[in-house]
């Protein structure tokens, strides 16, 4: 059964770092490319980065370009996300999915969240 | 970017009803497009695929039809658990965006 079990989140003061880990099981990893997705409080999805299947190719939201760094490990298969230079805009739960793949379309697998408050 | 306008936002409707949700894409999205239902607390979960293709365990009601730039969502009769939120995203261009989502809820 395939599995993306995150960690990390929390609450942040403005302008501080943090850093999310998604762990990924039942399929093989480096085959798929990952994203993250948010979803602020009451409100929808909004796609925040991407990465390809060997991490050579990385794609970010225009709003978290340059503060946000995507990341992954396929010997351990775990997909990251270091998120500096935080705003309360920034305040959502934060999701990973597997992403495209083969013939396999995006997100038929996603994480359980993780909440990341941005607050003094 | 290309934009997702979905409608409604929101929908009443009665068990047994059938109920629409449409999403239009800015752009020519082919069949690349994907709808989930989330339920509160809860990661999206996917049911249709390449705009009609129903992902294995989704009940038969659920439908999706479509190509192009105009897209439709169909549950054939409405259920007490289909109470939730859906969205719809297209996967043809990155960022991969959604639509606005359409929260359905039991008259």
């Known amino acids: 059964e395939m599995q993306l079990v995150e960690s990390g989140g929390g609450l942040v003061q403005p302008g501080g770092s943090l850093s999310l880990s998604c762990a990924g099981s039942?399929?093989?990893?480096?085959?798929?490319?990952m994203t993250w997705v948010r979803q602020a409080p009451g409100r929808g999805l909004e796609w925040v980065s991407s990465?390809?299947?060997?991490?050579?190719?990385?794609y970010y939201a225009d709003s978290v370009k340059g503060r946000f760094t995507i990341s992954r490990d396929n010997s351990n298969n775990t997909l990251f996300l270091q998120m500096h230079g935080l705003r309360a805009e920034d305040t959502a739960v934060y999701y990973c999915?597997?992403?495209?793949?083969?013939?396999?379309?995006?997100?038929?697998?996603w994480g359980q969240g993780s909440l990341v408050t941005v607050s003094s | 970017d290309i934009q997702m306008t979905q409608s409604p936002s929101s929908l009443s409707a009665s068990v047994g009803d059938r109920v629409t949700i449409t999403c239009q894409a800015s752009?020519?999205?082919?069949?690349?497009l994907n709808w989930y239902q989330q339920k509160p607390g809860k990661a999206p979960h996917l049911l249709i695929c390449?705009?009609?293709n129903l992902k294995t365990g989704v009940p038969s009601r659920f439908s999706g039809s479509g190509s192009g730039t105009d897209f439709t969502f169909t549950i054939s009769s409405l259920q007490p658990e289909d109470i939730a939120t859906y969205f719809c995203?297209?996967?043809?261009?990155?960022?991969?965006?959604f639509g606005q989502g359409t929260q359905l809820e039991i008259k």
């Open positions: 390449d705009a009609s």
């Open positions: 999915a597997k992403d495209r793949g083969g013939d396999d379309p995006p997100g038929d697998c």
């Open positions: 039942g399929f093989t990893f480096s085959n798929y490319a």
């Open positions: 752009q020519d999205i082919r069949n690349f």
């Open positions: 990465v390809s299947g060997n991490g050579g190719s990385k």
């Open positions: 995203q297209q996967y043809d261009t990155l960022p991969y965006t």
